[in-house]
């Protein structure tokens, strides 16, 4: 809490126009922060799920909507290099860029290819770390095997580097971009005669949430009424509502009502108890988010993926978009 504290007030200064340089000990402690936060999983994560064009695999990590952090990695065939900027409302503060390349010079003079057949196991690599804190003036250290090289800045590559970390934060940008569509469904699939129905927003939610299950948890508490109809029990889902179905059918058999922590009216109305529990006061919807977030974390490395064409929300048929779902590992699966 102290550190989500620190952020905000942090966050809400700058908000206020003030744009005095931090120093590297104030850069600093907002890292720390950030990553204990992030170790804490009191970060929202997005995950990018196309390749970009200049970090490879990117996450974003968010704080009450803001971007905080990204961390990147592209990895090569032999090698990677990974970026990871901290920021605040767009401004960058701090990047640690690396460098771990195979050394293919040094492996054709000892192995000849005309001589020897390829053995990736006695390839060497470098290994550089660039960390670059930007106060006044920029502080640049190259370390190589944990020693510090150099302190000349490199103009050009933290130019590279800082137009890549604008790149990666306008695509994590079209990810929640397509989230935030889902205010936008008007019909939920619920028996289809053929096929999928519902809405190809709904759809296309479960299809980029399955690698963004934060993003959805993160919806939780959206009261946002949408034109989708809720079937047999009246009224319309809400965003919440409907990035909660998404996250059933990305994730199968989630004990609904163990989480809400109301019974399942099986002698009357059933499924109404739902309803009436998350609209009955916005506070049990905060709570069922919170809730279902804990869930989430406390069971994602049990989390299998299972190749079917099970839907769970709806008599549909077909092809499922996913080719699959995730169901919880337990002793007898």
Same mark, same amino acid.
Request: include cysteine; aromatic fraction near 12%; proline fraction near 2%.
């Given at each position: 809490? *102290? #550190?989500?504290?620190?952020? =905000?007030?942090? =966050?809400?200064?700058?908000? /206020?126009?003030?744009?005095?340089?931090?120093?590297?000990?104030?850069?600093?402690?907002?890292?720390?922060?950030?990553?204990?936060?992030?170790?804490?999983?009191?970060?929202?994560?997005?995950?990018?799920?196309?390749?970009?064009?200049?970090?490879?695999?990117?996450?974003?990590?968010?704080?009450?909507?803001?971007?905080?952090?990204?961390?990147?990695?592209?990895?090569?065939? =032999?090698?990677?290099?990974?970026?990871?900027?901290? @920021?605040?409302?767009?401004?960058?503060?701090?990047? %640690?860029?690396?460098?771990?390349?195979?050394?293919?010079?040094?492996?054709?003079?000892?192995?000849?290819?005309?001589?020897?057949?390829?053995?990736?196991?006695?390839?060497? !690599?470098?290994?550089?770390?660039?960390? $670059?804190?930007?106060?006044?003036?920029?502080?640049?250290?190259?370390?190589?095997?944990?020693?510090? %090289?150099?302190? *000349?800045?490199?103009?050009?590559?933290?130019?590279?580097? =800082?137009?890549?970390?604008?790149?990666?934060?306008?695509?994590?940008?079209?990810?929640?971009?397509?989230?935030?569509?889902?205010?936008?469904? *008007?019909?939920?699939?619920?028996?289809?005669? %053929?096929?999928?129905?519902?809405?190809?927003?709904?759809?296309?939610?479960?299809?980029?949430?399955?690698?963004? $299950?934060?993003?959805? %948890?993160?919806?939780?508490?959206?009261?946002?009424?949408?034109?989708?109809?809720?079937?047999?029990?009246?009224?319309?889902?809400?965003?919440?509502?409907?990035?909660?179905?998404? @996250?059933?059918?990305? @994730?199968?058999?989630?004990?609904?009502?163990?989480?809400?922590?109301?019974?399942?009216?099986?002698?009357?109305?059933? !499924?109404?108890?739902?309803?009436?529990?998350? #609209?009955?006061? /916005?506070?049990?919807?905060?709570?069922?988010?919170?809730?279902?977030?804990?869930?989430?974390?406390?069971?994602?490395?049990?989390?299998?993926?299972?190749?079917?064409?099970?839907?769970?929300?709806?008599?549909?048929?077909?092809?499922?978009?996913?080719?699959?779902? !995730?169901?919880?590992?337990?002793?007898?699966?």
């Amino acid at each position: 809490m *102290k #550190n989500i504290i620190y952020i =905000l007030l942090f =966050l809400t200064n700058l908000t /206020f126009g003030q744009t005095i340089k931090l120093t590297e000990t104030e850069i600093e402690k907002y890292v720390n922060s950030v990553d204990k936060l992030r170790a804490e999983n009191k970060l929202v994560k997005i995950f990018y799920p196309n390749m970009s064009g200049c970090g490879g695999g990117v996450d974003g990590y968010y704080l009450n909507k803001n971007l905080v952090l990204i961390d990147a990695t592209y990895n090569a065939e =032999l090698g990677f290099s990974s970026r990871t900027i901290y @920021i605040d409302l767009d401004k960058f503060l701090k990047v %640690i860029y690396r460098e771990h390349f195979a050394e293919w010079g040094k492996y054709e003079e000892k192995y000849p290819h005309d001589k020897f057949e390829d053995d990736p196991s006695k390839m060497t !690599y470098t290994d550089t770390v660039y960390s $670059i804190t930007l106060t006044t003036p920029t502080i640049f250290h190259k370390k190589a095997v944990n020693k510090i %090289i150099s302190v *000349k800045l490199d103009q050009s590559l933290l130019d590279k580097l =800082l137009s890549c970390g604008q790149q990666m934060k306008l695509e994590l940008q079209e990810v929640i971009n397509q989230m935030d569509s889902l205010k936008f469904v *008007k019909e939920m699939p619920y028996i289809c005669e %053929i096929g999928i129905c519902g809405d190809k927003l709904y759809w296309d939610a479960v299809s980029i949430g399955r690698s963004n $299950i934060e993003l959805l %948890i993160d919806q939780l508490d959206d009261t946002t009424s949408t034109n989708a109809n809720v079937v047999l029990f009246g009224g319309n889902y809400t965003v919440a509502d409907i990035a909660f179905t998404v @996250i059933k059918e990305i @994730i199968h058999d989630i004990p609904t009502f163990e989480l809400l922590g109301v019974p399942f009216d099986k002698d009357g109305c059933g !499924y109404c108890s739902y309803w009436q529990h998350l #609209n009955k006061k /916005f506070s049990n919807r905060q709570k069922f988010k919170e809730v279902v977030r804990n869930w989430y974390h406390k069971n994602k490395d049990n989390l299998v993926w299972v190749t079917s064409n099970e839907f769970e929300t709806c008599d549909c048929k077909g092809n499922h978009p996913n080719g699959g779902h !995730y169901e919880l590992k337990t002793d007898t699966k």
